[in-house]
């Protein structure tokens, strides 16, 4: 089924293959209107931003690991939060991390939030639930 071409993407960045696959199903289980573009690390995240500078839309969000292989998640979040337009972009931050460190580091540069990945699926499908609502439906972009 082709999705709405109004709607914006949203860009999920995971590199652990079972996240990645758990993640999808709870947004496919939520039928989520967006369509999900999918970046497996930082590298390929980092990519998205000369496809946005050639005029692809803008994700309504993206939801970002910090734990990523070739560049991490931070240095990820750090480079869209320095670029003048790009910094507007909703991020998520949706790890495994339990680390303080990270917590502070990601809202010292930016991050709209900060979530720990659910471990159970019913949680994962709770969590796409909330992010659907609020930055998919209620969040107004600029």
Known sequence: MKKP????PILLVEDNPM???L?????HRKKFSNTIQIARD?????????RWEAGEPLPAVILL????PKVNGLEVLQKLKEHPVFRRIPVVVLTSSKESSD?????DLGVNSYIEKPVSFSKFIEVAEHI???WCLLNERP
Request: hydrophobic share 50%; net charge negative.
């Open 19 to 21: 996240d990645l696959d």
């Open 5 to 8: 071409a109004s709607l914006p």
């Open 103 to 107: 917590l502070k580091t990601a809202y």
């Open 65 to 68: 690991d910090i734990n990523l």
């Open 132 to 134: 659907e609502l609020y």
């Open 42 to 50: 930082g590298e390929e995240a980092l990519a998205f931003l000369a």
């Open 23 to 27: 993640t999808l199903r709870a947004f």
